[in-house]
C-alpha cells in the first residue's frame, strides 16, 4: 500500500504572506534567533523596534516576511520589509535595525545558510538558463554582495514547502534538501541570479574577492599583508582594494578590523574572556588600543556592552 503525505495545516483563504508568517510564530513564539530542525534554516522574531546593532552575515538568503529592517554596509543602507529577500555571497560585518515591529504584529524573518558550492552546481546544471547580466548595466551596485528583491509567487510557494516541513518532521530528512534546492533554483532564475551568479564565477573578480574575504575570514588575527592577498588572487593591489571595496564596501583593513571585534565579543559573551585576553587571541597588540575601537564599533567599552549582551539574554 503507496504512503499518503500528511497534509501541512493550511488556510486556504489566507494570503501567502498570512500563511508564511502563521508557520514561523508557531515555531518562533518568544523574540530571538531559533534554530529549527532543518538544517541551515533558522526563524528569527522580534516583538519590538531594536537599535543599531552590527552582525556577520554569512552565505545565505534572508526572508522577511513581516516588518522593515535596514541592513547598512559600509557606505550603502538597504531598506527591506514584507515579503523581500536579501541575498548575501560572503560573509559581511553589516550594521542591523529593525524599524517596523510591535507586539501585536512581530518582524518575523527566516534564514537559509547556502553554502556556495551549492549555487555553483546549480549554475553549472542550469547553464544558459541563469539570467546574465545586462552587460550595459551602469548600476554601482551591481558588484555588492548584498542583493535584494521582492519575493514572487513561485517562491513564495517554495518556502511555504519548505517552512511548512516544520509541521511534519517526519518528511524533514527526505524533502528539506529537495526545497532548499528548489529555493536556490528560484533565486538564480531570478532577478538576484546574474548577481549571484557573478560569485561562482571562476573567472570573475567577485569570485576572487570572495576567495580573499574567505582568507581574511580564516586568518584575521595574523598582520594583513594586502600584497599577499593580491598575489593570492592574481591581482594587483589596486585592483584588489577597488574591488573589494566595491564587494563589501569597505577597505581590507575595516573588513579585517570588524571581524575581529566581533570575534572578540564572541570570545568574552561565551567563553568568558576577559577584555585583555580576547584582545591578544584575535590579534591586537594593545588592549587600549582594542578597548577604544571596540567601544566606537559597538558603542559601549567590552566590559558593559557585554554585560548589557548577558542581561539581554537572560530577560529573553
Known sequence: MTSRTPELPRNLSATPQQQLTQVVERWAREPGMHETPIEGVSLYRSDGLTSCNSTVYDPSL??????????????????????????????????????????????????????????????????????????????SEMGCSLCMTQMDPAMQGALYRLLGLLDSPEDVPVLA?????????????????????????????????SRVISTLKDRYAEPLRVKELADSANMSESSLFHSFKQVTRMSPLQFQKKLRLHEARRLMLTEGLEAATASYRVGYESPSHFSREYSRMFGAPPKADVSKLRGEQISA
Not at 117 to 131: H, I, K, S, W
Not at 183 to 191: H, Q
Open 62 to 139: 534572508i526572508f522577511i516576511l513581516q516588518g522593515t529592517k535596514t541592513v547598512t554596509l559600509g557606505d550603502r543602507e538597504i531598506v527591506y520589509g514584507p515579503m523581500s529577500y536579501l541575498a548575501n555571497s560572503v560573509h559581511l560585518p553589516v550594521l542591523g535595525q529593525i524599524v517596523d515591529a510591535c507586539e501585536a504584529r512581530p518582524y518575523l524573518a527566516a534564514k537559509i545558510s547556502i553554502d556556495p558550492q551549492e549555487v555553483t552546481d546549480l549554475v553549472l546544471e542550469l547553464g544558459d538558463r541563469v539570467a546574465q547580466m545586462d552587460p550595459d548595466a551602469s548600476c
Open 177 to 209: 534538501p529537495l526545497a532548499r534546492r528548489e529555493i536556490i533554483y528560484r533565486s538564480l532564475i531570478g532577478e538576484l541570479g546574474p548577481r549571484m551568479r557573478k560569485f561562482v564565477a571562476a573567472d570573475s573578480q567577485a569570485n576572487r574577492i
